[in-house]
């Protein structure tokens, strides 16, 4: 079993900046991807960020120039640094990252975007 958990989140003025952070139970450190997802009110579920076994990010369109995320093996830990933060990122924030084919999610941290 997997834990993931998150922290960081809270609430910040249109233009602020946040970095989550998401540890996870893990033994074997690296050799997996890690990422994170959001869902806001009323809204689908989206792809936010990921970080490969390499350190290799990917981005959602949405959050290009403005979130980056990074990790740290030693810790087996996950950070979103999110830069610039519009109304339109307010959401809940997942970690998440797939094991030997199982999916883990953490259980979200609130982050709210004021105009």
């Known amino acids: 079993q997997v834990q993931l958990v998150e922290s960081g989140g809270g609430s910040v003025e249109s233009g602020g900046s946040l970095r989550l952070s998401c540890v996870a139970s893990l033994r074997t450190r690296g050799n997996y991807c890690i990422g994170w997802f959001r869902q806001g009110p009323g809204k689908e579920r989206e792809g936010v960020a990921v970080?490969?076994?390499?350190?290799?990010?990917s981005y959602a369109d949405s959050v290009k120039g403005r979130f980056a995320i990074s990790r740290d093996n030693a810790k087996s830990a996950v950070y979103l640094h999110m830069n610039n933060l519009k109304p339109e990122d307010t959401a809940m924030y997942y970690c998440?990252?797939?094991?030997?084919?199982?999916?883990?999610r953490g259980q979200g941290t609130q982050v709210t975007v004021s105009s």
């Open positions: 970080v490969d076994a390499n350190g290799s990010p």
């Open positions: 998440t990252t797939n094991i030997a084919g199982t999916t883990y």
